[in-house]
């Protein structure tokens, strides 16, 4: 079992950036894949990016388009989102989520991200 938690969010104008983490705790030798979603009010939670914690391997939905970029830091455990040219469809809470190869079973809390137009 592992137990999340984000940080970084907040407001910023369209075409900003910002950079959000994702601290891990507790059983994390048997980790597979690690990833970020978001869910906007009144919409379902959705893929947005992530990576493989041996290799690195990134995955991202299409509509990030290259704006986004994920990293880990394994020596940390800790995750990152690095968000560009936000947009206000971007608005959303943003949740971290672990995968120990059996899909994504363990969650965050969230952090809010508002972008402003």
């Known amino acids: 079992q592992v137990q999340l938690a984000e940080s970084g969010g907040g407001l910023v104008q369209a075409g900003g950036s910002l950079g959000l983490s994702c601290t891990i705790s507790?059983?994390?030798?048997?980790?597979?894949?690690m990833g970020w979603f978001r869910q906007a009010p009144g919409k379902e939670r959705e893929f947005v990016a992530g990576i493989s914690w041996s290799g690195g391997i990134t995955y991202y939905a299409s509509f990030v388009k290259g704006r986004f970029t994920i990293s880990r830091d394994n020596a940390k455990n800790t995750v990152y989102l690095r968000m560009n040219s936000l947009n206000p469809e971007d608005t959303a809470i943003y949740l971290c989520a672990a995968n120990k190869g059996f899909g994504y079973d363990s969650w965050g809390q969230g952090t809010q991200v508002t972008v402003s137009s």
């Open positions: 507790g059983r994390t030798f048997d980790l597979d894949r």
